[in-house]
């Protein structure tokens, strides 16, 4: 049984987050959940949000087997590009620089089968 939850336009490259999530893939929920709380970067506040919306659609998904939030794993979490926001600063002499403030769409699976 697998359940998933997508966080799309998350105003943070994608390689600040692919360095938290690589520490949790793998893991019981229970232990990844206190990564993430105890991680002093601020995406993981969003990593987190995200990982409990997972466990819960793993818990509510399936009412004739309910699944206990502790046998779920974190199968596959992954961050890929989203739209950049393009802006442009003035430069000398008449010309611009343009600025690309980057995004991502994080996607966390939790299932209750180890991989």
Excluded: W
Aim: aromatic share 2%; charged share 35%; glycine share 4%.
């Amino acid at each position: 049984m697998e359940a998933q939850a997508v966080l799309k336009q998350i105003g943070v490259p994608t390689t600040k987050v692919r360095q938290l999530i690589d520490l949790i893939r793998g893991k019981p929920v229970d232990e990844a959940l206190t990564v993430l709380r105890f991680s002093p970067r601020p995406v993981a506040k969003l990593v987190e949000k995200t990982l409990r919306s997972a466990i819960s659609n793993g818990i509510n998904q399936d009412e004739e087997n309910p699944v206990d939030a502790d046998d779920l794993y974190v199968t596959r979490v992954f961050a890929d590009e989203g739209r950049d926001l393009k802006r442009i600063r003035p430069r000398a002499r008449g010309s611009a620089d343009r600025i690309r403030k980057r995004h991502c769409n994080l996607t966390v699976v939790v299932s209750d089968e180890v991989n």
